[in-house]
């Protein structure tokens, strides 16, 4: 008998994260567990993916991702049973620039994207690393690719776990371990809620997780969801810093 694949989710309640554990127990049957802090959401989201994917097991965890000593006590529990096949990072907040000029706002949003999945990333990376096999994927966000105004103190947390996306996968490379960054424009889920009350078109998260699940299968080192944000970003990247200044994007 086939053993199921086995998947850790980190932020179980995003809803990218959700529509990315659909298509998982929708394609055959997998070993699923959620990891949240908010018990009673994610056990609601278990019982649906329960009744999508009946041959799958789904289990659910919570933890304080913001304690380092939590984040080991996961990567443990999670992998007790033998090896893990993938862990999805996705956990993330983005309140508007105006609130982040707020110094506590602002440090809760650096820690929450960049400092707590970081950690999460090396807490299983270690794990995958002893066992020889294994993906790290975690969610960053185009908004890492150059700092704007309207969004540079969430962007700036999301550059930072390229970064260190880019350098967990250098110091992996050829160990069997793969590290994929996931790179989604405003996607159509509560947390763009105040950019979806601006009006701006956003993707939806069904298509945006069929991306990220592909790039998972293919492990991909960098995936842009939509692929049309990897050729906006990259022009966004290039625009002189004299004439970036001057735009309001």
């Known amino acids: ?90 956990h993330g907040w983005m309140p508007s620039q105006e609130l982040c000029e707020d110094i506590q706002v602002a440090h809760d949003v650096l820690v929450v994207n960049a400092v707590s999945p970081a950690l999460f990333a090396e807490a299983f990376a270690n794990k995958f690393a002893k066992a020889g096999r294994g993906t790290v994927a975690l969610i960053g966000s185009v908004a ?47 947390m763009a809620a105040d950019h979806k009350a601006r009006g701006r078109r956003l993707a939806s998260a069904e298509d945006v997780a069929r991306v990220i699940v592909r790039g998972i299968d293919r492990k991909k080192s960098v995936v842009y969801a939509p692929p049309v944000w990897q050729l906006i970003m990259l022009i966004v990247r290039h625009i002189p810093r004299i004439v970036f200044n001057r735009l309001s994007i």
């Open 1 to 90: 008998m086939t053993e199921k694949t086995r998947i850790v989710v980190i932020g179980a309640t995003s809803g990218i994260a959700e529509h990315c554990c659909r298509l998982w127990v929708q394609r055959g049957p997998v070993e699923l567990l959620l990891v949240a802090r908010d018990a009673a959401r994610t056990e609601r989201i278990a019982t649906d993916l329960r009744v999508r994917g009946p041959g799958s097991t789904v289990s659910v965890m919570t933890a304080d991702f913001l304690d380092p000593g939590e984040i080991v006590r996961v990567a443990d529990a999670a992998t007790a049973a033998g090896p893990v096949d993938i862990v999805l990072i996705a």
């Open 144 to 190: 890492g690719d150059r700092g704007r105004k309207a969004n540079y103190t969430y962007g700036a947390s999301k550059g930072l776990l390229s970064r260190y996306a880019e350098g967990l996968e250098h110091r992996l490379a050829g160990s069997g371990v793969s590290i994929v960054l996931l790179k989604p424009g405003p996607t159509d889920t509560p």
